[in-house]
């Protein structure tokens, strides 16, 4: 039935993808959570292979090589300790970016069907109807500190839901009408790139060695994924 494939499909994109990533970062660091995002073109590609959905290409395999390099460096992976007891945050997190994944394979398919605004509407809606018991549990449970909370923190809530939410699910699943989903996961790696380069902008951080490296590798990891399988022929 396909309700239940899009409820599935709710589940692994909204209810399991929010749940994991907030749970992990109250218990591990933003910084932590950036750095495993890094995996998620590698855990999309994988799951695309095995269902059959891509096929392994040089180029494209290059490129996940060369910009999770790159997104390594800017993260200062040279500085991770590997010790520290935030490891059950991590995995939270791991598996928050692993739903996300899955989710991306298993939804090209069906944006050809109700193309990418109506599957985005569809996932989006029937994901916050499962989330409304958590939230009127939430809102009963804490609505004193609700009503004393600074207005920019509702202000982040709109921006979280909107933009990061359903702009960012809508501009997936336009992408992936053209592209695989594999190579949409890829650009999460200009997240780094683009945090970066807003940190300079507005004073908070400087231009460095670091930064032009990883993003120069960024750039070309992204520049590699788009080399197909026919041009990839064609060269060897």
Request: charged share 10%; proline share 3%; net charge neutral.
């Amino acid at each position: 039935n396909e309700w239940y494939f899009l409820i599935f499909l709710s589940l692994l994109g909204i209810v399991l993808n929010t749940a994991f990533f907030t749970k992990g970062l109250e218990l591990t660091t933003p910084a932590h959570a950036s750095l495993i995002s890094c995996m998620i073109p590698v855990i999309t590609f994988i799951f695309a292979w095995i269902l059959g959905r891509e096929g392994l290409n040089f180029y494209k395999s290059l490129s996940l090589v060369v910009a999770i390099t790159g997104a390594l460096i800017l993260m200062e992976i040279d500085n991770l300790d590997i010790s520290s007891n935030l490891f059950l945050g991590d995995v939270f997190i791991f598996i928050n970016f692993t739903c996300f994944g899955l989710f991306l394979v298993l939804s090209k398919p069906m944006i050809e069907k109700h193309t990418s605004l109506g599957l985005s509407v569809l996932v989006i809606s029937i994901g916050s109807f499962l989330l409304i018991p958590f939230a009127i549990k939430g809102i009963f449970n804490n609505w004193e500190s609700w009503l004393n909370l600074p207005w920019w923190i509702y202000f982040a809530a709109f921006y979280s839901i909107f933009f990061a939410t359903v702009v960012t699910y809508s501009l997936n699943y336009y992408a992936m009408e053209y592209v695989d989903s594999s190579k949409v996961a890829l650009f999460i790696y200009l997240q780094p790139v683009v945090a970066g380069t807003l940190s300079v902008v507005i004073g908070k951080d400087e231009i460095t060695n670091r930064l032009i490296l990883s993003s120069l590798l960024i750039m070309l990891g992204l520049l590699l994924s788009t080399i197909d399988n026919k041009s990839a022929s064609k060269i060897r």
